[in-house]
């Protein structure tokens, strides 16, 4: 069965800290792997992709990684602020078909 | 291109009564999903549309919920008979037919079924 895991399921950090959210999928077969990032009462925006060759991206203080041998993504967001209070989602497409199957989210709360 | 857009932002229905909602993807997109989402879990699918075809529906989409997407523009979402279990977020998002291309989701309608 295709799913998609996250961990934890909520965060509370401190302005200013680092902090990193994990992605565990079993989706096959694989095509590529999103983070977005969903602010309260708003759609989902989507932070990166990773396609199966690709090991690291980044976006502004956003990091993301792949190891597609383990099926494990995660998200580290340095210094963090408090516009970063938000629930991040991991995204599996699954290739050749137009699904994609949703994590349930982490939400992370930042405080002053 | 003013994005993905969906109307009404907020609505609140007595139970029974019928509801629709309206989905303008990005115009060149010709592909548009329906996702329901209750509060702290992500995105449910609903229902997916290439142009105006309608290619799949979710077992989670009843015989109470029905969606079109006439001329392969924008999409509505109707939900007949409306049960407190409705209550929820509805997504849309569009994208393009290329393989790695992002799914543009649009702020949701906030469903409370009364």
């Known amino acids: 069965k295709n799913q998609v895991e996250q961990s934890p399921q909520s965060l509370i950090i401190l302005e200013g800290k680092n902090c990193t959210l994990q992605?565990?999928?079993?989706?096959?077969?694989?095509?590529?792997l999103r983070w977005y990032k969903q602010d309260t009462g708003r759609g989902p925006v989507s932070l990166t992709i990773?396609?199966?060759?690709?090991n690291t991206k980044s976006n502004g203080r956003y990091t993301a990684t792949l190891d597609a041998d383990t099926k494990q993504s995660s998200l580290h967001i340095t210094a963090s602020q408090l516009s970063d209070s938000a629930s991040y989602i991991c995204v599996v497409s699954v290739s050749g078909t137009y699904k994609y199957i949703f994590g349930t989210g982490t939400r992370l709360k930042v405080l002053a | 291109d003013t994005g993905v857009s969906q109307d009404p932002r907020h609505k609140i229905t007595k139970r029974g009564q019928n509801v629709t909602f309206r989905c303008d993807p990005i115009?060149?997109?010709?592909?548009l999903y329906w996702y329901r989402q209750t509060l702290g879990q992500g995105p449910e699918f609903l229902t997916y549309?290439?142009?105006?075809?309608?290619?799949?529906k979710s077992r989670l989409l009843s015989d109470r919920f029905s969606a079109e997407r006439p001329k392969g523009s924008f999409s509505t979402l109707e939900i007949q008979r409306t049960e407190q279990g409705d209550s929820a977020m509805y997504l849309c998002?569009?994208?393009?037919?290329?393989?790695?291309?992002?799914?543009?989701f649009g702020p949701g309608t906030r469903l409370t079924v009364l």
């Open positions: 998002a569009s994208r393009r037919a290329s393989a790695h291309d992002e799914q543009f």
């Open positions: 990773m396609t199966f060759s690709e």
């Open positions: 115009s060149e997109h010709n592909r």
């Open positions: 992605c565990n999928y079993t989706v096959s077969p694989f095509s590529n």
């Open positions: 549309f290439q142009n105006e075809a309608q290619l799949e």
